[in-house]
């Protein structure tokens, strides 16, 4: 089945600086990857995805790039502010079924 | 419009105790799917349905059944809890023929602890 690595484990970034998360995944039929943000307490929230046919996306502050070759993709947060402090999941996914494989999450704090 | 809910926010049990987890959506969504998240490894997926009446197998059944009699409903039954289940259990559920086709929308989760 897919496996899906995350980098790194927790991250810390003084505020307006910018926040790299890595993720690596196994199975190149993969074709979807998903990032959400889950703040403490609450439930993930998709905040940008990827499809395979696509290289780089981007949506104000934050941007997603993916090198299907190396079979990996990144989340990049620029400006970072207090409120991107959260865990940030990864995942990827194959057609039948969406089932989504997560990575084991980040811990981004934002020190002010 | 409530998307995904999920009944009950906590529980405790005691080992071999048995309970339901009920996740209810109201998107008129095809797909449903459990989560477990525990420490440090993500969410796994348990179980999942692609529609009414199927159900299939995620990356981590084992001690879990589910069922899906109704589109909007998806159950999340433990017949015999053991301490290793203890963990928070998420609901989500998404449209495959829809214009987010691809994302997942979650529920609140569920807090479970089995001592």
């Known amino acids: 089945g897919e496996n899906v690595e995350q980098h790194p484990s927790t991250l810390s970034v003084q505020e307006g600086d910018s926040a790299v998360i890595k993720c690596t995944y196994s199975?190149?039929?993969?074709?979807?990857f998903p990032w959400y943000k889950q703040e403490l307490g609450k439930r993930p929230q998709l905040i940008i995805d990827?499809?395979?046919?696509?290289g780089e996306k981007k949506d104000q502050r934050i941007a997603v790039t993916l090198n299907k070759t190396a079979k990996h993709f990144s989340l990049h947060i620029t400006e970072t502010q207090p409120e991107d402090s959260a865990v940030y999941f990864c995942?990827?996914?194959?057609?039948?079924?969406?089932?989504?494989?997560f990575g084991g999450g980040t811990r981004v704090l934002v020190k002010p | 419009n409530a998307g995904v809910t999920q009944t009950p926010k906590f529980r405790v049990l005691k080992t071999g105790q048995s309970m339901t987890l009920l996740c209810a959506q109201d998107?008129?969504?095809?797909?449903m799917y459990w989560y477990r998240q525990d420490p440090g490894m993500g969410l796994r997926l348990i179980h999942y349905?692609?529609?009414?009446?199927?159900?299939a197998k995620g990356e981590v059944p084992d001690g879990y059944n589910v069922s899906r009699l109704k589109k909007q409903n998806f159950l999340l039954g433990l017949e015999s809890a053991a301490p290793s289940q203890t963990s928070v259990y998420f609901c989500?559920?998404?449209?495959?023929?829809?214009?987010?086709?691809?994302?997942?929308?979650f529920g609140p989760g569920t807090r479970l602890t089995v001592l």
């Open positions: 989500a559920s998404s449209d495959p023929g829809g214009s987010s086709y691809n994302e997942q929308f």
């Open positions: 199975d190149s039929a993969s074709n979807y």
């Open positions: 990827i499809r395979s046919n696509v």
């Open positions: 995942a990827a996914r194959k057609a039948a079924g969406n089932k989504l494989t």
């Open positions: 998107m008129n969504h095809e797909y």
């Open positions: 349905s692609v529609g009414e009446g199927t159900t």
